[in-house]
């Protein structure tokens, strides 16, 4: 494959990771504003907020399927018309039911788009190489936590319509659209693989406890993030610049670990990696819930950011060296029950909130880190990832 089209492919995955960052990471942000616009409860509206996750879980099911059919590039093409259409309702119509069923469209828009990307980096890429694009990959993620929160921060206290954070988000997927342009996609071929590696019992159990692993672990991250503006704003008095550059400082540390891991995951064991992080995330998470002192705050969330950065892109890499031949199937299905976290998000954490408080949601994903902690632990039994890691790449 050329190396413009690999570097293009490349960046395709880069940004379709930095739409969905971008589009997660601004909701508990423009939360207050859209239901003081729509004139409901924060819990109400984090409903509402679940059609995007629901779009995300949908688009990742149908592509499973439609990959095998439709080529990417045109399945590319019709998201970016999809997530046209779904700005546009957003930004000229002032109702609740349209405002869902955009949001629908556009986590549809962003799944498909993620799904595809991830496809790409475990198509054009193997072994450690692997892991560390994919380390990248999920670093724009990261990237688009840092920026897109700050901008909306700042451009809602200028008293801007919270529809243009939308319209700057979809500027991602108009980069996406120009790229996939001028490049040819590879072909998935999961037959072949599957006839010339099998997966062991072992293994079978592996991605089994890595998939549930990743279900808790998104559902905690984004259980807390979500949350942690309104925390900030309740319990410390905090205004809404210094609770978003919060969710700023936590991405941007995210990002920063991911390079570092980049290099830290060439070394060690993975799985033991992957304990020590969620050990570590679990212990400062706590940390930061329980401080008294809101100047402490930044310096806690972004060694959080720091130390979660590696662990679902760990997860994943850890699921596809559970066969000699990584398979898409297995892949998406780790990623699928990692939408699934995200789905469930507002449908776990809004009842606790209504019922116990924001600091109920925020010890809630305390407790969904610690069982992460303790999967990985059982894990250790029944991992093959050391038979089938590369270090040569």
């Not at 046209?84 to 949001?103: A, D, E, N, Q, R």
């Not at 929160?149 to 801007?160: Q, R, Y």
């Not at 500027?171 to 999961?190: G, T």
């Amino acid at each position: 494959m050329m190396n413009y089209n690999r570097v293009g492919l490349t960046w395709i995955s880069f940004l379709s990771y930095a739409f969905t960052g971008a589009l997660v990471t601004v909701t508990g942000i423009v939360m207050g504003n859209i239901a003081k616009d729509f004139k409901l409860s924060l819990v109400d509206m984090s409903n509402s907020f679940t059609y995007l996750n629901s779009g995300i879980l949908t688009a990742m099911f149908i592509n499973n399927w439609c990959v095998k059919i439709i080529s990417l590039k045109k399945q590319i093409f019709f998201s970016f018309a999809l997530a046209v259409l779904s700005i546009f309702g957003l930004s000229f119509f002032h109702s609740i039911t349209i405002f869902s069923c955009s949001m629908f469209i556009l986590g549809s828009v962003s799944g498909l788009t993620m799904s595809i990307g991830t496809f790409i980096i475990a198509n054009l890429y193997h072994g450690t190489k692997r892991a560390t694009f994919l380390l990248l990959t999920d670093s724009f993620f990261s990237m688009a936590g840092i920026f897109f929160p700050f901008i909306t921060g700042f451009l809602l206290a200028k008293n801007v319509p919270w529809n243009w954070i939308y319209i700057l988000i979809g500027i991602i997927d108009l980069f996406i659209f120009f790229i996939a342009i001028s490049v040819q996609f590879p072909l998935i071929k999961e037959e072949k693989t599957e006839i010339h590696s099998k997966l062991s019992k072992n293994g079978t159990i592996s991605v089994i406890l890595l998939a549930i692993s990743a279900f808790f672990y998104i559902l905690g991250q984004l259980g807390f993030i979500s949350w942690v503006p309104q925390f900030v704003m309740q319990n410390m008095h905090a205004n809404i610049n210094y609770s978003s550059q919060l969710v700023s400082n936590f991405w941007m540390a995210y990002m920063v670990g991911m390079w570092f891991f980049t290099v830290v995951l060439t070394l060690f064991d993975l799985q033991k990696i992957v304990i020590f992080l969620t050990s570590t995330s679990t212990v400062l998470m706590y940390i930061f819930i329980h401080s008294n002192n809101i100047h402490y705050l930044p310096w806690i969330i972004s060694m959080l950011g720091f130390f979660s950065s590696a662990i679902y892109t760990i997860i994943i890499t850890l699921a596809s060296l559970q066969k000699k031949i990584a398979s898409p199937k297995i892949v998406n299905f780790i990623l699928t029950s990692g939408t699934i976290g995200t789905l469930l998000t507002f449908v776990f954490t809004g009842p606790i909130v209504a019922a116990g408080g924001v600091n109920s949601a925020l010890n809630t994903a305390n407790f969904l880190y610690l069982i992460v902690c303790f999967l990985h632990i059982i894990i250790i039994y029944f991992s093959q990832h050391k038979k089938y890691l590369l270090r040569k790449i």
